[in-house]
């Protein structure tokens, strides 16, 4: 994946710089800030007379082109709305708007100027970070099975960013960390999302995870196989692969951030490769998405890696319970019972609710870990996205606390959540007569009864769920999203005391 630098440099007379793009972020008004008045004059008036005639109000997210003057190729003006009171949700809209132009655009490199904008507003760091996010997330294009000629590679390469009086320079340099290291993060997790099921297998994971550890500080891998998963009793994740002549893979992610001693943070992710249903086969209608079905892992990825670009003081463990779930003369059928790794036995009675299946034993496993909170992040289920649709990931929880910070932290990354319930007479609908549990419920809130399943194998700690089904990736144009890796990150960051 190439990448884009994005820097902090004060640059004191913009207009006078050499670059391709000049971006002046600009708030909602009809005259020209006092600030940019020698700008102006560089650029012959044009930014004066653009605003003069209303060609451009300034509104949050708008943007137009000028021709530039000297060195100054061309200008972008960026409209930031009312910049004294900047919620995230208008910094999010304000640099979607900048990074899909200016990336969009022919520029090699740019500059972008806060001088235009009121000093010392409040929430100008969380401007920086979401401008370094965006910027980063537009940069990505998936390439990995397409030739050059039908997608060149992005023109951009470097964005300096000065921000004048109004942040200082450490502040505006942690800020394009914490964005850049969450862009490449959720990047990372939507080329994985993205790479079709042929290619992106259990075993592909695996590799791709010692791939990271690699490249990446304070990070080891160890990955358990199938032998090693039977040994422990693993058998409803098993069940899950049985169908399939590709290998289930355990993996295992440590990211070491402080003491060795202290205890982790645990990062769960779902990771089927590819969801046919089993012998439940789904419809063929869209069939191609549920290469999407490992997205939970994909974000578990995308989290440990931007924890270790921003150096986070804390240990994460992060385990990826992959498998393919296929049909076949082998495969498991409505009906089987397998005995789960906590000892538990569970009916299956659909073999395509399979994610709570393989994350049911992942969940059992992290508790030799002795984790300070465990959150699973899995594309669970198709009744989520009846509930909530693209906006919001479900969440669930056992523990009121770790659901507030969970809704908190997607709030202020703009990254939302919303709970549910996972009540005692909803865990009724998953009784069985053959079996501890059945893997389904019986009676609607299919996303509630499946977090009610996984509920009952994380009953030894704090535990969250995420349901991503409607926001790890979107139908059309078809690709991962990132999500919920700027929520993870958000999370992860203030349990680190970084925020
Ligand atoms: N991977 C699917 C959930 C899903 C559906 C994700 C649509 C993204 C888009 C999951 O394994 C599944 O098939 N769930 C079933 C559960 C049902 C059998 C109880 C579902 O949602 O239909
Ligand atoms: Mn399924
Ligand atoms: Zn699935």
Redesign the pocket.
Known sequence: MANLSITVRNVSAPEQAKTQALIVLLPERKTLPKSLKTLDVALDGTVATTLKLGDFTGSAGSHRWLPGRGNVQRVLLIGCGDASKMSVATAKKISEGLAKTLVGSAAVDALISFSGLPPKIGSISQLIEQISLQLSLAHYQYSHTLNQRKKPPRPLKRVTISTGDSCSVGDARRAVLAGTATGQGANLTRELVNLPGNICTPKYLAGEARRLARKTKNLSVSVLDERKMADLGMHSLLSVGNGSDQQSQLIVMKYQGTAAKARPYCLVGKG?TF?T?GI?LKPGAKMD??KF?MGGAGSVFGALYAASLMSLPINIVGVIAAAENMPSGRATKPGDVVTSMSGKTIEIL?T????RLVLCDALTYVERFSPVEVVDIA?????I?VALGQEATGIFSNDDQLAESLLAAGDRSYDRGWRFPIWEEYHRQLDSQFADLAN?GTGGA?SITAACFLSQFAQNYKWAHLDI?GTAFRGAPKGGTGRPVPLLMQYLRERAGKL
Do not use: F, P
Request: glycine fraction near 20%; hydrophobic fraction near 40%.
């Open positions: 089927i969801d249903g439940s998405e549920m079905d659909n395509d609710a399979e994610g594309t669970l289920t198709g009744a996205i389904i299919g089904a």
